[in-house]
């Protein structure tokens, strides 16, 4: 009789041997995390989330991040859940897409997410060759680029794919075709070229479509009408134009048609008024024309309603009974005048309202403080009088945008009772007195902007608050420059005010701080050599001020330094040597913040105002990454230019006007390769102006004039077209095809005029020029041997 202790034994060896993934995928699986650590070891500080558990001694199917399912003999691996698989603390680290190549063993598989993982380059050509059970893949936000391959239009049982936030290039493939059984398609956020092809039509099982985010351009295609099971249809942030078919009202299971941000034209069509389930309609930022149809409110099932930025027009006289029931209206730039229509009243469970520029008249409705609205946005209208304090008893308020508009008074006490405002934006109106208090206590507040306004007083306490954007600029406050700000604060805009003294060392206390800007105050003392800690600080703007000293040269260890106006101010001594290495101005950091991203509803931050080529511009806040600027101009610096400057290779606009500079134009300013102005007037500057100069390609502002310069102005290039008279004037000898004044050495010799007695010494050369030509004849006979007569002589005379 066997022994029952060896009989369990057995049992359970066989049924645990039995339940192991197969090995061979667990080795495919230990390869690739074997690829994904020898690709980053490079890296100081990195962890795999998830992956610490995957180790040969162990059963695969007992990993993170992996799960089995029983067969009827063993278990095989179907879920890979690979999200975020590595982390650091450092710049993200990229892994190359080659380490993908051994999940094409993992045949079993049925759902795969390697999304957010910052992978580069092609997908390996064979990854999907063996994958084809799957059913939900997910590879969006990596760097992937390259054409999708062809092997995932194989994979039949497809209904799930994201491919969003990458780097694809070319058309969707005819392979789409053959995605029969496919629910779910997104190609978002990628940079795919050309027309949506015809062949989506196949896809007649399809329940979603995205395809936000790409190049396409050209029409929706017309089969997208065969896809009778498609719920929603995602096409935004794209440059489709045509029309909208006509009959896309055919599509009746449609809950989402968000065709926004693309150049479509053409009326809205009326068969949309048969989507009987539609839930969001987003036509936004595109170039649709006429009248908005009154029909769209009759769509019951409708909850959000998008269709600013167009050509679309309201018609006041429609007497409005909405029977849907909004969540969120967006009628932005629709041309509405008047008073905010009151119909809006009635929307019960609205939740979002952008009426934004329009031309909206009257005074904030007491109905609309009443709603408990999560964000309203009214900026850009007409609308005047003092804000309702019942406004501020909302609990539900996080968005309130009333900028530019003509609102005044002072600001309701009770500003406070709603803590639950993230983005408070009032600028470009008439309120006056001072802050109230209790706007300490919005502890959420991210984003405050009450620039262009007449406030005055006191600023509050800010601190607890997580304030990252503050924009008190243009306004009447005095007194000291404020420092009770969050340590959260990203951008500190306190520029045209009266605020005087020197700047607070508590700045320092700011750590995350990027934006400084105290232009146009009273600032005085000297620059302080503190700013050196702001290791964040990528714009500085204390333009116009009474600060005087020399400049730190520690200012040149911020190595996010981009922007940098302390222009017309006291300041002397030399430019350091040291500003050669601003990192931040030879390469330009691919960085902008974009509080706007978080939220609904886009926000158009103020512009920094900088003196650009001649003239006071904004920078936009949604482009400011792509400037470096330099501008040290009215000051009273002295010494000569560091050659150092030259490095700075990402700088778009140099500018040391009006200050006493002398010496001569560093050659090296031919390597600015992305300068596009340059002002050196009013200096001391001497000697020629560099000829390496002519190298710079992007040039289109150069002012050399009231200094001490001379010699030839370069030629080539950009610099044949900088001939505007003003930019050389009042130098000493300065000459060129810029200027119309010829160069010595470029003048064409000078004929001889004949000089009054020329008798003996035009004889004498006769006379010479006989006898050589005489004696050369007869050498040329003598040597010849030929002996003949000779013809009676002609004398031989030189020309002269």
Not at 125 to 134: D, E, K, M, P, V
Not at 173 to 188: F, M
Not at 308 to 320: A, P, Q, R
Not at 509 to 536: A, R
Request: hydrophobic letters at 40%; aromatic letters at 8%.
């Amino acid at each position: 009789m066997a022994n029952p202790n060896l009989l369990f034994l057995f049992f359970i060896f066989f049924t645990t041997t039995s339940l192991s993934c197969p090995d061979y995928q667990k080795q495919a699986l230990l390869q690739f995390k074997s690829l994904i650590i020898k690709n980053i070891n490079s890296s100081s500080d990195y962890s795999l989330v998830g992956l610490d558990s995957w180790n040969s001694s162990s059963d695969c199917c007992q990993w993170e991040l992996v799960t089995c399912r029983n067969k009827s003999s063993s278990r095989s691996v179907t879920f890979l859940n690979l999200y975020f698989m590595v982390a650091s603390s450092d710049n993200p680290i990229s892994i190359p897409s080659s380490a993908l190549s051994p999940l094409s063993q993992i045949d079993t598989l049925i759902f795969l997410d390697i999304s957010s993982n910052n992978i580069l380059g092609e997908i390996p050509s064979n990854l999907f060759a063996n994958l084809t059970r799957l059913i939900h893949l997910d590879m969006h936000l990596n760097n992937f680029s390259g054409k999708i391959p062809p092997q995932i239009f194989q994979l039949k049982r497809l209904q799930f794919l994201d491919l969003s936030s990458n780097f694809f290039t070319g058309m969707l493939r005819k392979e789409l075709g053959s995605l029969q059984n496919l629910k779910v398609l997104k190609l978002a956020d990628n940079s795919i070229a050309g027309n949506i092809s015809e062949e989506i039509g196949n896809l007649t099982k399809l329940q979603q479509l995205n395809l936000r985010s790409n190049n396409f351009f050209g029409r929706i295609p017309s089969s997208i009408l065969y896809l009778k099971d498609l719920q929603e249809l995602d096409v935004r942030d794209n440059s489709l134009s045509m029309e909208i078919p006509a009959n896309i009202g055919d599509l009746t299971n449609l809950t989402t048609l968000a065709l926004s941000n693309n150049r479509m034209t053409g009326e809205i069509p009326s068969s949309i008024k048969k989507l009987s389930k539609l839930k969001v309609l987003r036509l936004q930022d595109n170039l649709f024309t006429r009248g908005i149809p009154s029909w769209l409110f009759d769509i019951r099932s409708l909850q959000e309603l998008f269709l600013g930025g167009n050509n679309l027009t309201w018609d006041n006289s429609v007497e409005l009974v909405p029977k849907c029931i909004l969540s969120q209206l967006s009628l932005k730039s629709c041309r509405l005048s008047g008073r905010i229509p009151e119909w809006i009243s009635r929307q019960k469970t609205l939740n979002v309202l952008d009426l934004s520029e329009n031309m909206l008249q009257g005074t904030f409705p007491q109905w609309l403080a009443e709603i408990e609205l999560s964000a309203i946005d009214l900026s850009g209208n007409e609308l005047s009088g003092s804000l309702p304090p019942r406004l501020f008893e909302s609990q539900s308020l996080s968005v309130l945008a009333l900028s530019r508009n003509n609102f005044s008074g002072e600001l309701p006490d009770n500003i406070g009772n709603a803590n639950g405002i993230i983005v408070f934006m009032l600028s470009a109106n008439n309120f006056s007195g001072q802050i109230p208090e209790s706007i300490s206590e919005i502890y959420r507040l991210i984003l405050l902007d009450l620039s262009g306004n007449r406030l005055s007083g006191k600023i509050p306490d800010l601190g607890n608050a997580l304030l990252a954007y503050i924009d008190f600029s243009s306004n009447e406050f005095s007194g000291e420059v404020p420092v009770t700000f969050s340590e959260e604060t990203m951008i500190l805009s306190l520029g045209n005010n009266n605020f005087s003294g020197k700047l607070p060392k508590n700045l320092t206390n700011l750590s995350k701080l990027q934006h400084l800007d105290l232009h146009d105050n009273k600032i005085t003392g000297e620059l302080p050599t503190f700013l050196s800690q702001l290791s964040s600080l990528e714009v500085l703007n204390l333009r116009n001020n009474s600060l005087e000293g020399s400049i730190p040269h520690t200012i040149a260890n911020l190595t996010s330094l981009r922007i940098v106006d302390v222009s017309n101010n006291n300041l002397n001594g030399e430019i350091p040597v040291k500003f050669g290495n601003l990192v931040g101005m030879i390469e330009t950091p691919n960085t902008i913040i974009s509080v706007e991203d978080m939220f609904s509803i886009p926000f158009e931050f103020n512009d920094l105002i900088v003196n650009w080529k001649k003239s006071k511009r904004g920078l936009s806040s949604r482009s400011l990454d792509i400037y470096s600027l330099l501008d040290l101009s009215k000051n009273q610096l002295s010494g000569e230019i560091p050659a150092s400057l030259g490095h700075l290779k990402g700088l778009k606009l140099l500018n040391i006007s009006y200050n006493q500079i002398s010496g001569k134009i560093p050659e090296s300013f031919g390597d600015l390769e992305s300068v596009e102005s340059l002002d050196l007037s009013h200096n001391r500057l001497s000697g020629s102006i560099p000829q390496t100069l002519s190298k710079l390609q992007e040039l289109t502002t150069f002012d050399v004039s009231n200094n001490h310069l001379e010699g030839q102005i370069p030629a080539g290039g950009q610099m044949d077209t900088m001939n505007d008279l003003n930019y050389y004037a009042n130098n000493s000898g300065l000459c060129g095809m810029q200027i119309k004044v010829v160069c010595p050495t470029e003048q064409p010799p000078a004929v001889a005029e004949p000089p009054e007695e020329e008798g003996w010494f035009s004889w004498a050369a006769v006379g010479i020029g006989y006898s050589v030509c005489l004696l050369a004849s007869v050498a040329i006979i003598f040597f010849s041997g030929f002996i003949r007569k000779l013809p009676p002589h002609r004398p031989c005379i030189r020309r002269r």
